[in-house]
Structure formats: structure tokens, C-alpha cells
């Protein structure tokens, strides 16, 4: 035993001397809900790591639609699984130069997503549908559901029981796309840790190159429609001029592609160590106490970000394929919501139970926000199609 406690001591001297004095510290973890030993080998931070990576949850995710469909463009494209573990890489790159925990880092970015439908935004805007009247939908406080009660892992207790600063990253995850959710139990009104912070910013980093890199490999735009963005269109000019004159269109999208994601990273880095620094936050109170976020993009780079969100939402989000494919998605959330209210009784028995107490609109909403879309489309063909027995 106590062998293995000055391992873990060594462990966390070694985390300390690699990190800045805003960065979250494991040893000063605010600690889980339910109180368990300390680990030898991890942090607590990398122990959430773990805990996330093995649930079902995460596991789920392979076949949860990110932003295209999966009939809707074949098996190449991103998963909320694939982004994920985008976001996460991200994030640690970030934070390990920033001087920042990259273990909470990656344990945020992989459980940013629990709390997602099947079928992605169509999924969450027909699930928003159906609980308007029943306290609403919203995936961040979904996903705190998922980690504090709907996982089912350890006997006394629901839930992964993670730290409470992997829990308020996944509560206050804030994109253009995501709505904090002033939760009374992780200080609302307050901006979150910086390793939180630069987890929002690695998934708008994440799905901005990612969704340009899926729709050119879908064909829902080809190289020369990214004219439209000026700057991005420089890098696919520079990947092209640089090599051989019969040089194959796909590594000229990736070597354009790389460099994009290197102008975000570099820009991102160089904004947010400068914003820190005249800050004069010197601690992880500091942070929280601190009016406004701290990693973020220059202003320049922000318009120059906006120009691709708004390409991408004209060009890609609003095409044909994909509004035809996430409009039947959408009638399918909302048709097999509609059918378990009407029957109950189609649901697992312990889905069933829970009704009492928390009323059927909410357990339904957990049934279906945990499902893949093709578990989803199952059950719906299970429902209403006839010569489908279960």
C-alpha cells in the first residue's frame, strides 16, 4: 500500500510540474459526488478519461450521426464517435502548449457529446419538439443526465461519478451550436475552467474542417465552390502549386486541409495565450472569477471563421441530400416519441419503471436520446410496419 501511494504522489508532483498555475489540478479536483479510493496508476482526471471511454454511452456514439446521415453519404464521413475523438485530440494539443491539464482536456472532449441524439441536430430539433412543454431539450444537460444517473456501471450509486470539473465541462460546453445550461450546481454565471474552454473551441475547430472534408469526399461541393472563401481556397491554390502538376485531387485536399487546421490551431493558440497573460489570472479562482472567456480566436480570424460557417451552412448543411435525409430523420424521432406515449409498455421494463417518479415524457426522451439512429430506425420499423416482428 504504501508503495503504491508514493506512486501516486510521484504521479501527481509530475502533473504539477508540467502545468501553469491557472490549469485545473487533479489533487485540487472539487471531487466526485460519491467518494472512492484513489487510484496509484491515474489521476482522477485520466481515471474519467477511462470511466467515459468504457461506457455505454461512448460506445454509442460510433453510430450516432454527427452532420450527415449515414445512408445519406456512405461510411467515410465523421460519427459523433469520430468527432469526438477529433475534439479530444485537439483539445490536448492546445492545452499542452498552453501550459494547461491535458488529461481533463481529453476527458471533457470525449464526453462533450453523451448527451446527442440519433440523427444528429434534426434528431435534438424533434426531441426539442417534444418535450417544449416538458422542461425542454437541451444535449449539455443531457449529457449530465447520462454521466450522473442514466449510466449504469457501479452498485450503489447511478451514473460514472466523474469529477465535478468533467462534469461542468460537459454542463457548460458553449459553441455556436450549444447552449451552456446555467446548472445551480456548477456556478452559473461563471465562465468554466480554461481546459473546458479550449474544448469549445476545438469542436468548432473540429467540424468546421471536418464537414468541409466530408462534403468534398460526399461530393455535395467540389474544390473550385471553396473560391467562395477566399482564404480557404489559398490553401487548396498553395497544396496544388506545391506539387507535381498531375497530382491527385485528394492529397491536395488533405496537405489543404492540414494547413487549415494548423491556421486554426496556430491562431487559437497565439489569441488565447495573450488574452491569459493580460488577464493576470494566477490561479483556477482567478479563471472562474474572471469576466469572459480567455481562449478564444482573434477578431480577424473570427470573421474569417464565420465566412466558412456561412459557406458550409449555404453550400453543405441546406443541400438537397441532406435536408431530404435529416427531414425523414426527424419525422422518425418524432413519430416513435408520439408511439411511446401512446404505449409505454414497448419500452424496456426499466425504462417502464421509472415512469412514476419522473413522468413519461422524460423517460422517453432518455430512451430515444440514447439510442444509435440505426437502434432508432429498428424500433420504428418494429412499430409501424407490419410484417416487422420483434
Same mark, same amino acid.
Given at each position: 500500500?504504501?508503495?503504491?501511494?508514493?506512486?501516486?504522489?510521484?504521479?501527481?508532483?509530475?502533473?504539477?510540474?508540467?502545468?501553469?498555475?491557472? *490549469?485545473?489540478?487533479?489533487?485540487?479536483?472539487?471531487?466526485?459526488?460519491?467518494?472512492?479510493?484513489?487510484?496509484?496508476?491515474?489521476t482522477? =482526471?485520466?481515471?474519467?478519461?477511462d #470511466?467515459?471511454?468504457?461506457?455505454s454511452?461512448f460506445?454509442?456514439?460510433?453510430?450516432?450521426?454527427?452532420?450527415?446521415?449515414?445512408?445519406?453519404?456512405?461510411?467515410?464521413? #465523421?460519427?459523433?464517435?469520430?468527432?469526438?475523438?477529433?475534439?479530444?485530440?485537439?483539445?490536448?494539443t492546445?492545452c499542452?502548449?498552453?501550459g494547461?491539464?491535458?488529461?481533463?482536456?481529453?476527458?471533457?472532449g470525449?464526453?462533450?457529446?453523451?448527451?446527442?441524439?440519433?440523427?444528429?441536430?434534426?434528431?435534438?430539433?424533434?426531441?426539442?419538439?417534444c418535450?417544449?412543454?416538458?422542461?425542454?431539450f437541451e444535449?449539455?444537460?443531457?449529457?449530465?443526465?447520462?454521466?450522473?444517473?442514466l449510466?449504469?456501471?457501479?452498485?450503489?450509486?447511478p451514473?460514472?461519478?466523474?469529477?465535478?470539473?468533467?462534469?461542468?465541462?460537459?454542463?457548460k460546453? !458553449?459553441?455556436?451550436?450549444?447552449?451552456?445550461? +446555467?446548472?445551480?450546481?456548477?456556478?452559473?454565471?461563471?465562465?468554466?475552467?480554461?481546459?473546458?474552454?479550449?474544448?469549445?473551441?476545438?469542436?468548432?475547430? *473540429?467540424?468546421?474542417?471536418? !464537414?468541409l472534408?466530408?462534403?468534398?469526399?460526399?461530393?455535395l461541393?467540389?474544390e473550385? !465552390?471553396?473560391?467562395?472563401?477566399?482564404?480557404?481556397?489559398?490553401?487548396?491554390?498553395? *497544396?496544388?502549386?506545391?506539387?507535381?502538376?498531375?497530382?491527385?485531387?485528394?492529397?491536395?485536399?488533405?496537405?489543404?486541409?492540414?494547413?487549415l487546421?494548423?491556421?486554426?490551431?496556430h491562431?487559437?493558440l497565439?489569441?488565447?495565450?495573450?488574452?491569459?497573460?493580460?488577464?493576470?489570472?494566477?490561479?483556477?479562482? !482567478?479563471v472562474?472569477?474572471?469576466s469572459?472567456?480567455?481562449?478564444s480566436?482573434?477578431?480577424?480570424f473570427?470573421?474569417?471563421?464565420?465566412?466558412?460557417? /456561412?459557406?458550409?451552412?449555404?453550400?453543405?448543411? =441546406?443541400?438537397?441530400?441532406?435536408?431530404?435525409a /435529416?427531414n425523414?430523420?426527424? #419525422?422518425?424521432?418524432?413519430?416513435?416519441?408520439?408511439?411511446?406515449?401512446?404505449?409505454?409498455r %414497448?419500452? +424496456?421494463?426499466?425504462? %417502464?419503471?421509472?415512469i412514476?417518479?419522473?413522468?413519461a415524457?422524460?423517460?422517453?426522451?432518455?430512451?430515444?436520446?440514447?439510442?444509435?439512429?440505426?437502434?432508432?430506425?429498428? %424500433?420504428?420499423?418494429?412499430s409501424?410496419?407490419?410484417?416487422?416482428?420483434?
Amino acid at each position: 500500500m504504501a508503495t503504491m501511494m508514493r506512486r501516486r504522489e510521484q504521479m501527481l508532483e509530475q502533473e504539477e510540474r508540467h502545468l501553469a498555475p491557472y *490549469a485545473a489540478r487533479s489533487r485540487a479536483s472539487e471531487g466526485r459526488i460519491h467518494a472512492v479510493n484513489p487510484d496509484p496508476l491515474r489521476t482522477d =482526471f485520466q481515471r474519467d478519461r477511462d #470511466r467515459i471511454i468504457h461506457s455505454s454511452a461512448f460506445r454509442k456514439l460510433e453510430f450516432k450521426t454527427q452532420v450527415f446521415v449515414a445512408h445519406a453519404g456512405g461510411d467515410y464521413h #465523421r460519427t459523433r464517435l469520430t468527432h469526438s475523438l477529433e475534439v479530444a485530440q485537439i483539445a490536448r494539443t492546445v492545452c499542452g502548449a498552453l501550459g494547461l491539464n491535458t488529461d481533463l482536456a481529453e476527458a471533457i472532449g470525449l464526453g462533450h457529446d453523451l448527451g446527442h441524439t440519433p440523427f444528429g441536430h434534426a434528431g435534438e430539433e424533434a426531441m426539442s419538439e417534444c418535450m417544449k412543454d416538458h422542461g425542454g431539450f437541451e444535449h449539455n444537460a443531457q449529457g449530465l443526465r447520462v454521466v450522473e444517473l442514466l449510466e449504469e456501471r457501479y452498485p450503489n450509486f447511478p451514473g460514472l461519478n466523474l469529477t465535478y470539473e468533467v462534469r461542468e465541462g460537459i454542463i457548460k460546453h !458553449d459553441t455556436d451550436y450549444d447552449t451552456p445550461d +446555467p446548472h445551480p450546481g456548477y456556478k452559473p454565471g461563471k465562465p468554466a475552467s480554461l481546459e473546458s474552454q479550449v474544448c469549445d473551441l476545438a469542436d468548432e475547430i *473540429a467540424y468546421n474542417n471536418a !464537414d468541409l472534408d466530408d462534403a468534398l469526399k460526399m461530393g455535395l461541393i467540389v474544390e473550385k !465552390d471553396l473560391q467562395k472563401v477566399d482564404w480557404v481556397w489559398e490553401f487548396f491554390e498553395a *497544396a496544388r502549386s506545391k506539387g507535381a502538376s498531375d497530382i491527385r485531387d485528394k492529397f491536395v485536399k488533405f496537405r489543404a486541409l492540414s494547413k487549415l487546421y494548423d491556421a486554426h490551431v496556430h491562431d487559437a493558440l497565439d489569441t488565447s495565450a495573450k488574452l491569459i497573460e493580460e488577464s493576470g489570472v494566477q490561479s483556477l479562482e !482567478d479563471v472562474y472569477n474572471h469576466s469572459g472567456r480567455l481562449v478564444s480566436f482573434s477578431p480577424e480570424f473570427q470573421a474569417k471563421v464565420r465566412a466558412l460557417k /456561412t459557406f458550409l451552412m449555404e453550400r453543405v448543411y =441546406f443541400h438537397p441530400r441532406i435536408l431530404v435525409a /435529416t427531414n425523414k430523420a426527424r #419525422r422518425f424521432v418524432l413519430a416513435l416519441f408520439e408511439n411511446y406515449l401512446e404505449n409505454p409498455r %414497448q419500452m +424496456p421494463l426499466k425504462f %417502464q419503471r421509472r415512469i412514476p417518479e419522473e413522468g413519461a415524457h422524460q423517460v422517453i426522451c432518455d430512451y430515444i436520446a440514447g439510442m444509435t439512429d440505426r437502434y432508432l430506425m429498428e %424500433q420504428y420499423r418494429a412499430s409501424f410496419m407490419p410484417e416487422v416482428v420483434r
